[in-house]
């Protein structure tokens, strides 16, 4: 573990993620199905080999750290780094029964961390939450190699993901109004800006940087699962724990505005993602 004792630069992050944690963590399996695809988008784009070093930047429970770790095979390596105890904590139980030995963990602040030296850097939507992401993509940058790669998924602008913004349409009228949030602040939208995100790395000294958009409708299973999953994280989860009374009207808003959505393969709803590569 490398977090500082202070939190260091990102501790309110910290604080979040330790706290909300176990909510992620027993919505593990959606969570995963819903942004699988995403993610190996991501990693077609970063092109893996068998034998490398590889970083896993916000790996949650694990998910793509061993997906990962089944590319590199077993001559190569990848750590996962996350800020948050009870998702590592199902991650190393997850490598430990996939006899993944070659998948390890450590609880850090990616913008800080001493990194062993790597191949190539990855993220599944666990960069956008870094108070100074210069410094933090600095930090990356300096632990890989000179031909280092780095690839990672991030949303594009809220507007565009519908995936988001219908569950959270229908609790509006239920809500008091709240303010958006500062420009640019951490948090899961922070890098919809391509400029932006291109200047930061930049900054952080990489090059060859594309940014490219990816369009692809994903899903959380069946209508049921999709519903829980809106009730208990993101900012429908957040509406409700600050207004717990409201949970019945709450919940049939989500499950109306999500049952004409529902298939055959689940309930489906557009995405809007950058897939970004950099050297």
């Known amino acids: 573990m490398s977090l500082p004792d202070d939190g260091g630069p990102n501790a309110a992050q910290i604080a ?20 699988r695809d995403l993610g190996l988008a991501a990693m077609a784009a970063l092109g893996v080999r068998e034998g490398e070093r590889l970083i896993d930047i916000g790996c949650g429970c694990g998910d793509t750290t061993l997906e990962l770790a089944r590319r590199v095979a077993g001559g190569g390596s990848v750590l996962g780094a996350d800020i948050s105890a009870p998702m590592l904590e199902v991650a190393r139980r997850r490598a430990g029964e996939l006899g993944l030995g070659w998948a390890r963990f450590v609880e850090a602040d990616a913008q800080i961390h001493d990194f062993e030296p790597a191949d190539a850097a990855f993220s599944r939507f666990g ?53 958006p949030p500062p420009p640019n602040a951490p948090g899961p939208f922070a890098f919809a800006d391509r400029d932006r995100v291109h200047g930061i790395l930049s900054e952080a000294g990489f090059t060859q940087i594309a940014i490219e958009p990816h369009d692809q409708a994903i899903g959380q299973r069946d209508l049921e699962t999709t519903v829980r999953t809106s009730l208990n994280v993101g900012p429908v989860g957040a509406a409700l724990r600050e207004n717990p009374l409201l949970k019945a009207p709450i919940t049939a808003a989500v499950r109306a ?23």
């Open 16 to 35: 979040y993620w330790t706290s909300n944690g176990r909510t992620w963590v027993a919505m593990q399996g959606a969570l995963d199905a819903q942004l």
């Open 257 to 279: 505005a999500l049952a004409p959505h529902a298939g055959a393969d689940g309930v489906k709803l557009p995405s809007a993602t950058w897939i970004v590569t950099a050297r």
């Open 127 to 179: 960069v956008m939450f870094f108070a100074d992401p210069a410094a933090a993509f600095a930090n990356i940058r300096g632990a890989l190699a000179p031909a280092g790669r780095l690839a990672f998924v991030c949303w594009r602008a809220l507007a565009e993901n519908h995936w988001m913004t219908i569950p959270m349409g229908a609790v509006a009228p239920l809500l008091p109004p709240t303010p």
